[in-house]
């Protein structure tokens, strides 16, 4: 199965910040990947798709690049509600593995 | 508006099995490319992805759960369910339901509010 490394695991920033999390593969996944954002006792929402793609009503602060192995979602300018956690999810081949998620705080 | 939920006990004893029911609106299972995933997450825990049925009742699952879980639909009730044999008290989570749109994103773009089951005796 194919392994997705998140780092880091915790992060604090405070109101403003240029955040950047990392998402690695074991293996090339192409395009194949999706970032979630989890609040405490919610539902994921889904933020990428496709490693790139804005979902429908997400904020432009939000973005993700990479391919193949190397994944990044950023967050450009963080605003009060985007302290939550993060989880990147592939979807190259069967089981569709998340990460272990990023725990974005307040500094 | 898609939307999901899921039901079922929230409490389980061990060796007991589980069956969870996703029922949605705001689509059909049926469409080309659609399908109902499976997602738990242990108290604190990460997310762990179970299983999936897509809209021509293939059914895909995790390898590791695969001897205890099985997906399966009701199409007239636009329901999913989930059932899991032989529970542990390591099964404790939040179980959720999400739609994977059709097309070639694979992703769950709608989720269920999630389901609380315990297992304890």
């Known amino acids: 199965a194919i392994q997705l490394t998140q780092t880091p695991s915790s992060l604090s920033a405070s109101v403003g910040d240029r955040v950047t999390i990392t998402c690695r593969a074991s293996q090339g996944i192409s395009s194949a990947l999706a970032w979630y954002q989890q609040k405490p006792g919610k539902a994921p929402k889904l933020l990428i798709y496709?490693?790139?793609n804005l979902e429908r009503g997400v904020p432009s602060r939000f973005s993700g690049s990479g391919s193949g192995t190397d994944f990044t979602l950023t967050i450009s300018s963080l605003q009060p509600e985007d302290f939550a956690t993060y989880y990147c999810q592939h979807f190259r081949s069967f089981p569709y593995t998340f990460g272990q998620g990023t725990k974005l705080e307040i500094k | 508006q898609i939307t999901l939920k899921e039901s079922g006990p929230t409490l389980v004893k061990p060796t007991q099995t589980l069956t969870l029911t996703c029922t949605f609106s705001g689509f059909s299972i049926t469409t080309s490319g659609v399908g109902v995933g499976w997602i738990r997450q242990p108290p604190g825990g990460a997310l762990e992805w179970l299983g999936i049925?897509?809209?021509?009742?293939?059914?895909r699952y995790r390898p590791s759960l695969m001897t205890r879980l099985t997906i399966s639909r009701d199409t007239s009730k636009n329901q999913v369910v989930l059932t899991m044999t032989n529970m542990d008290p390591v099964d404790t989570g939040t179980y959720y339901c999400?739609?994977?749109?059709?097309?070639?994103?694979?992703?769950?773009?709608?989720w269920g509010q999630g389901s609380l089951v315990t297992v304890s005796s």
């Open positions: 999400a739609h994977r749109r059709g097309g070639s994103s694979r992703d769950f773009d709608y």
């Open positions: 496709d490693a790139s």
């Open positions: 049925i897509y809209w021509d009742d293939d059914k």
